[in-house]
């Protein structure tokens, strides 16, 4: 299965992109706080629907725990506009309809999608300490428990430092 070359310890891609409200939002913007970027496919398919859902369930946790939730798909600003408002979603979603930051975090690659291959980007979810660098990698994401997993391991690697 196909994966991230970035590892946890490395630092994370610099990048700005704008929000479903046209603001910019950037990598510098984090600095001192924890935050969970995640990466998925397609606005308003039933995985990524479910995995948007389950992060905002999960919202007032994560904030509980200082770290902020972003999605970043290639779909545009007004496509996150349509799917925050269909969905009930309350997390940032941030538009990257020309690949640059799924490029740079390395989750744009080859996938087999009944017998076919094609490129996409690859569900994945970086946890991002207050120093900018990546703290914990999940490849080939199932959303099924995810959002959950990721806070545990966010509360773990808090308590650890």
Not at 18 to 28: A, M, W
Not at 62 to 91: C, M, P, R, W, Y
Not at 100 to 128: C, H, P, S, Y
Request: charge should be positive.
């Amino acid at each position: 299965m196909p994966s991230s070359s970035l590892q946890p310890g490395d630092k994370a891609p610099d990048f700005c992109l704008p929000n479903q409200d046209s603001e910019n939002v950037c990598l510098k913007d984090f600095k001192g706080k924890w935050f969970v970027l995640y990466f998925y496919p397609k606005d308003n398919t039933a995985g990524c629907k479910q995995e948007a859902v389950d992060f905002t369930a999960l919202k007032n946790e994560f904030e509980k725990n200082g770290a902020v939730i972003l999605g970043v798909s290639k779909d545009s600003v007004s496509s996150h506009q349509k799917f925050i408002e269909k969905a009930a979603l309350t997390i940032t979603l941030l538009a990257d309809p020309e690949l640059a930051v799924i490029k740079a975090f390395d989750v744009w690659q080859l996938k087999k999608f009944m017998g076919k291959e094609n490129m996409g980007t690859v569900r994945t979810t970086f946890l991002i300490n207050p120093e900018g660098k990546i703290a914990d990698v999940w490849n080939n994401v199932r959303v099924k428990g995810h959002a959950e997993a990721v806070l545990g391991k966010l509360k773990i690697i808090q308590t650890s430092v």
